[in-house]
């Protein structure tokens, strides 16, 4: 079963997430493996509002810079109900896709998971 990184995100990231599909994540932070992982898609976890994870995306490509892991996305898939289930909302942390419901129909593809 695929896995999400769910990463916290600011207020000020939204146009770079919503409009541009992507997401960097800091070396300080860490860096994701996933492959290790699986992790084939991304949820922002906004901590301004609206608050939690709204929106799952496929990554596409996954791209080293020098402080940063640069992250482009693909197909989002809306939530129902915002997700607000993270453990700490300072560093990325992998999620099992069921738990945002949702299963993979095919690599790209989700499908609401009840």
């Known amino acids: 079963m ?3 990184i769910v990463v916290p995100e600011t207020e000020e990231f939204n146009i770079h997430v919503s409009h541009e599909n992507i997401v960097w ?6 860096t994701p493996h996933l492959e290790e992982h699986d992790a084939r898609y991304l949820a922002p976890f906004w901590i301004s509002e609206p608050y939690g994870v709204t929106r799952i995306y496929h990554i596409l490509d996954v791209r080293d810079a020098d402080n940063t892991t640069e992250l482009t996305l693909g197909n989002s898939f809306v939530l ?3 997700w607000t289930d993270l453990g700490q ?3 990325f942390e992998y999620v099992d896709l069921n738990r945002l419901g949702f299963v993979e129909a095919w690599p790209g593809m989700l499908v609401p998971f009840n």
């Open 89 to 91: 909302r300072r560093r």
């Open 2 to 4: 695929p896995n999400v």
């Open 80 to 82: 129902p109900q915002p």
């Open 25 to 30: 994540i800091t070396k300080n932070l860490g």
